[in-house]
């Protein structure tokens, strides 16, 4: 049987601690039982419970006081994950085998370990010997994509994970809660953008002819070939919740011995489909 497992991702302070936390007590009121891994050596507190913690193998406090290594927060972060990665073994026996188990990953922010560095796609390569069906989850915080040049930065960085770690991959803009009702509207050209509209509604911005035509050729890449659109994620939110984690299931065909259900597209509701119902409780 096979076993499922998301890898939490993305910049630090995009809320990946808080959806696992959102995630568990949903799952809870589901019926469903999923476990949490905490993957980040710099991790001070979490409001879920573990089972595993990486913490117990290594920390980047501990690598940091260490004098023979003279590492900083982000060096001793990658040495504390490649000496993760050198030490599977650790992984192996804290996830013991449960037939379908399903565990949400818990990843460090740094972006590094999603884009040139091995150890995250060394991770997904075990997982999936451990006959894992692995999903990306890839957070952007909403209040950081407001700005069309700010966005274009996140979706690469999405997109730059996606191509890193060959898996099926769901991008997820957060803390939909804390934006005022004028920003939710403004964040509706977001979830499935029109680069080309994008950027002619900024072309004033950019002052450089350079730079405009490397701009237009990266909207264009991400345009033409549709391969990053996000969902919203507002954690006070059930339903949201629900579609959000209906298309992770789908992605990794979870309980594909059930009559499955395509996921809910919000952009295939009706053309008069207000949005702020969809938010509805923010």
């Known amino acids: 049987m096979p076993r499922y497992a998301q890898l939490v ?61 003279r ?51 060394q991770l997904v390569e075990q997982l999936q010997q451990w006959e894992f069906r692995v999903c990306g989850v890839f957070l952007v915080d909403s209040q950081f994509m407001v700005e069309s040049f700010k966005f274009i930065s996140g979706v690469m960085a999405a997109l730059s994970a996606m191509v890193s770690l060959e898996i099926p991959q769901v991008n997820i803009m957060t803390k939909m809660d804390l934006l005022n009702p004028k920003a939710k509207k403004e964040i509706e050209k977001y979830l499935d953008p029109d680069m080309y509209s994008m950027m002619e509604d900024n072309s004033d911005t950019i002052s450089s002819a350079k730079f405009k035509k490397l701009t237009k050729a ?33 992605s990794i065909q979870y309980g594909e011995d059930l009559e499955f259900k395509e996921p809910k597209d919000v952009e295939e509701e009706p053309a008069n489909l207000n949005y702020d119902e969809i938010f509805q409780g923010s």
């Open 9 to 69: 991702m993305g910049p630090a302070g995009s809320g990946k601690s808080t959806y696992c936390s959102t995630m568990v007590q949903h799952s809870g009121s589901l019926n469903r039982s999923v476990q949490v891994v905490n993957l980040d050596p710099a991790a001070e507190h979490f409001d879920y419970p573990v089972m595993a913690d990486i913490r117990e193998l290594i920390q980047v406090d501990d690598v940091m006081e260490d004098h023979s290594l």
């Open 71 to 121: 590492f900083g927060p982000n060096g001793g972060l990658v040495f504390c994950m490649e000496y993760f990665a050198n030490n599977f073994d650790w992984l192996e026996e804290s996830l013991g085998h449960v037939e379908d188990d399903y565990i949400l990953f818990d990843c460090p922010g740094q972006i590094e370990l999603y884009t040139h560095l091995p150890v995250m796609r």
């Open 218 to 250: 990266i909207c264009g890449l991400i345009d033409d070939y549709s391969m990053v659109r996000f969902l919203p994620f507002d954690r006070t939110d059930e339903e949201g919740i629900n579609i959000v984690l209906q298309n992770i299931d789908f």
